[in-house]
């Protein structure tokens, strides 16, 4: 079964960097699979933040995040990293990742494919 676990969240400045870790186990580690960062607020479902598929490290990002975050894999531990550099207010978030088949065999941010989520870890970037 699929079995994914997020750390790295915290409180910063606008401005300031984090770095999320997504540790995936052995089932979830497929080069047929995108595994994927999402992000939710109260007032916002979860969108689709940055995407990585592991087949081949094709990404992809949300307009709101492109040239600020950045999304890696490293295969030896089975981790998917988000770096996130210049961090702004509306940042903050539960920050998520989940891991899918996409037909498309590449990354997505499409809500739609994922259905298996880690538990999140929250990010706070203060004004």
């Known amino acids: 079964q699929v079995q994914l676990v997020e750390s790295g969240g915290g409180s910063v400045q606008a401005g300031g960097t984090l770095r999320l870790s997504c540790i995936a186990n052995?089932?979830?580690?497929?080069?047929?699979?995108?595994i994927t960062w999402f992000r939710q607020t109260p007032r916002r479902w979860r969108e689709g933040v940055a995407a990585?598929?592991?087949?081949?490290?094709?990404?992809a990002y949300a307009d709101s995040v492109k040239g600020r975050f950045t999304v890696s894999q490293d295969n030896a531990t089975k981790t998917v990293y988000l770096q996130m550099n210049n961090l702004k207010p509306e940042d903050s978030a539960m920050y998520f990742c989940?891991?899918?088949?996409?037909?498309?065999?590449?990354?997505?941010?499409?809500?739609?494919?994922?259905?298996?989520w880690g538990q999140g870890t929250q990010v706070t970037v203060s004004p």
């Open positions: 990585i598929y592991i087949g081949g490290g094709a990404t």
């Open positions: 052995e089932y979830t580690w497929s080069s047929n699979n995108c």
């Open positions: 989940a891991a899918a088949f996409v037909p498309s065999h590449g990354p997505s941010l499409d809500l739609r494919y994922f259905h298996d």
